[in-house]
């Protein structure tokens, strides 16, 4: 089994850039995430008023490979992603009480040769309140990732694709890296969306910086609006294996980009390439929300990479 990258993990979820952003194959981190739970808090403001509240953010995935060959050099890969925003407090002007999100995954890894491996991902995703549930809730996107490696301790990747979201066509483009320096340090993520630098500070413990971008959309059932959930958090994470296979991740968090606004249908961004957005910006019809911390809490069940 290939290890799994975190980073386009959260693409399905929009939690990539894609958040990815979020499906690849890498294996510098040493093990495979097949199965992953989270919850995270965002304590929010909004601009110029007293009043605070705050989302909580639960997240649940899985990637599950198929049909792997005897050599392992291809299989399919098949799962599914599921988010849930839930918004609590007095937030007036801010009329978003709860959104979700479910992306199922389907792709094909392929083994060129001892240094080239390719996928590809189909990523429809279907995000909305779930107050009228109808197809046009449902989006459809895809991306392609290329891994070279260079060396046993050090790989890159390419990765491209498109979505369609509510806020107009979104573009991926994100450069990976994954660098093991030594026998504790660690390089690893896909920018612009994630990156990590990890420290082994004992067996079963690690710390370290990680970044996290995030920028996806729902479908608002009152007046046919879309939310926009757009963050870029720059944190400290300290994590531990609970077993070998389970492990436990902490987070903390400060939003250097927030944005979570309520816009018209059609008041789109012309395109935007991860979670940056080109041309004339949309107008919200929401109040601005201050940046502020995140706290994150996550288990994956990882599995040792060969």
């Not at 957005?277 to 996550?298: H, N, V």
Request: proline share 6%; with cysteine; net charge positive.
């Amino acid at each position: 089994m290939k290890l799994f990258d975190r980073g386009l993990r959260r693409l399905p979820l929009f939690a990539l850039v894609l958040g990815l952003l979020h499906c690849a194959t890498s294996r510098a981190q040493g093990y495979a995430e097949g199965v992953g739970l989270s919850y995270e808090v965002l304590p929010l403001k909004l601009s110029g008023r007293e009043a605070a509240f705050r989302a909580d953010v639960y997240r649940a995935n899985v990637i599950v490979p198929l049909a792997v060959s005897a050599d392992s050099s291809h299989g399919l890969l098949l799962g599914a992603g599921l988010e849930a925003l839930r918004f609590s407090g007095e937030r007036p002007g801010f009329a978003v009480n709860n959104v979700y999100g479910f992306s199922p995954i389907v792709g094909y890894r392929q083994r060129i040769s001892p240094r080239l491996e390719l996928t590809a991902l189909a990523l429809p995703a279907l995000n909305s309140d779930l107050r009228d549930v109808r197809a046009a809730d449902i989006t459809w996107g895809g991306v392609g990732r290329a891994t070279f490696r260079f060396n046993p301790r050090r790989a890159y990747r390419l990765t491209v694709g498109y979505r369609q979201q509510f806020y107009g066509p979104q573009y991926v483009l994100l450069l990976g890296l994954d660098w093991r320096l030594g026998e504790r340090w660690r390089l690893f993520g896909d920018l612009p969306t994630t990156f990590n630098v990890s420290y082994a500070a004992g067996p079963r413990l690690n710390v370290g910086f990680n970044l996290n971008g995030i920028n996806t959309a729902y479908r608002l059932q009152e007046q046919n609006r879309y939310f926009q959930y757009q963050q870029g958090h720059y944190g400290l994470f300290a994590e531990t294996y609970l077993s070998p296979h389970w492990a436990v991740r902490a987070t903390a968090a400060y939003a250097v980009t927030r944005r979570l606004e309520v816009y018209a249908q059609n008041d789109q961004w012309p395109a935007t390439i991860d979670y940056i957005g080109l041309g004339q910006a949309p107008t919200p019809l929401s109040p601005r929300i201050e940046k502020g911390m995140a706290c994150r809490l996550a288990l994956s069940y990882r599995v040792p990479a060969p």
